[in-house]
């Protein structure tokens, strides 16, 4: 009688560790290995010279840009100032322009009593005969009349005076504009009452030429006022 051998008297069999089917499974492994060395080997220059360039930008964005954002922003400063000047003086220019068009515009009479206002050279004598005709037109003495010529009134603000208080300053200009001088006239009256000596000052306001009262000393008991003038000229 034969006896077969059940499944269980089988000898057990281990299948191999690292046969042919895990060989098959690394071989993918070791392709895409070395596919990643070939790559890496022939372009590593190209991989050095990208990354470089990488660095590079990165630098530019971080430290020259900044610096260029302030240099655009200057320059942009700077040409806006130099618009506005341009502007200001393209103003004044034309200012000129149309004030040179005005004078045109003005007649010969008046342009003469404007010179008569303003005139050129101090002209003292012609001063004094004017002052003489004042008072001779209001009946009133004229005693004396002295002359000074002024070059700036600051300078002789910073005389210390002690005798006497300073005297008022004239009330056209605070300060004399370039290429005005001004002369300081003393002019002392006799025999005048206060209605005559109004009669004055107001003769001396409505002069052609510019006078400028800075001072009026009145004494009615000996009926005598000294009177302190400014006139103006071009030098």
């Known amino acids: 009688m034969e006896t077969k051998d059940k499944p269980f008297n089988r000898p057990f069999r281990q299948s191999p560790i690292g046969g042919a089917d895990g060989e098959k499974e690394n071989q993918p492994d070791d392709l895409l290995k070395g596919k990643i060395n070939g790559f890496l080997i022939s372009y590593f220059s190209y991989l050095v010279w990208g990354l470089a360039i990488i660095i590079f930008v990165v630098g530019l964005l971080l430290f020259v840009y900044p610096n260029y954002r302030q240099l655009d922003q200057a320059n942009r400063a700077a040409k806006e100032n130099l618009l506005a000047e341009n502007d200001k003086k393209a103003d004044y220019l034309n200012s000129i322009i149309n004030l040179k068009k005005s004078f045109k515009l003005v007649k010969a009479e008046e342009v003469k009593k404007i010179i008569a206002m303003l005139p050129s050279g101090s002209d003292a004598s012609g001063i004094i005969s004017e002052i003489e005709r004042i008072a001779l037109r209001n009946g009133a003495i004229l005693k004396s009349v002295k002359v000074n010529a002024e070059a700036d009134r600051s300078a002789a603000r910073q005389k210390v005076e002690t005798e006497e208080k300073a005297e008022p300053p004239a009330g056209i200009f605070e300060k004399l504009p370039a290429g005005v001088n001004r002369l300081k006239i003393e002019v002392s009256f006799g025999s005048i009452n206060y209605p005559v000596l109004k009669n004055i000052i107001k003769t001396f ?23 302190i003038v400014y006139s103006y000229y071009l030098k």
Do not use: M
Not at 208 to 221: E, M, N, P
């Open 205 to 227: 306001e409505n002069n052609l030429r510019l006078f400028d009262i800075s001072k009026i000393d009145y004494d009615a008991t000996d009926n005598k006022a000294v009177l």
